[in-house]
Nanobody, 123 residues
């Protein structure tokens, strides 16, 4: 199973980015999906998660009201729309797939990971 993120970049504070994660080689509709981020010197943390059908969404406090996760099972793709970005959102963002439905923030329960995409937010 391969996960490929795209859409990262450099943006000014208050701006928006839309991250994409294309999944291949597996049964995408069977996976719970999550977005994570890791800033320099910090641990990887959950940003958002979405259930297999897309009905249920989870957001960490850091992104509530600003980030939106979505998925299209026909396209085997999950997105993270990030609005009103802040400098503290600067990090490498990763998508991950879980074969089983554990809590979204349990990093160790995700089975597959992408290589990450850099998001840098300037003041």
């Amino acid at each position: 199973v391969q996960l490929v993120e795209s859409g990262g970049g450099l943006v000014q504070a208050g701006g928006s980015l839309r991250l994409s994660c294309a999944v291949s080689g597996g049964a995408f509709p069977d996976y719970r999906m999550g977005w994570f981020r890791q800033a320099p010197g910090k641990e990887r943390e959950v940003v958002a998660g979405i259930s297999r059908t897309g009905i249920h969404e989870y957001y960490a406090d850091s992104g509530k009201g600003r980030f939106t996760i979505s998925r299209d099972n026909a396209k085997s793709t999950v997105w993270l729309q990030m609005d009103n970005l802040k400098p503290e959102d600067t990090a490498v963002y990763y998508c991950a797939a879980a074969k089983r439905a554990y809590d979204y923030n349990l990093i160790a329960k995700y089975d597959y990971w992408g290589q990450g995409t850099q998001v840098t937010v300037t003041v």
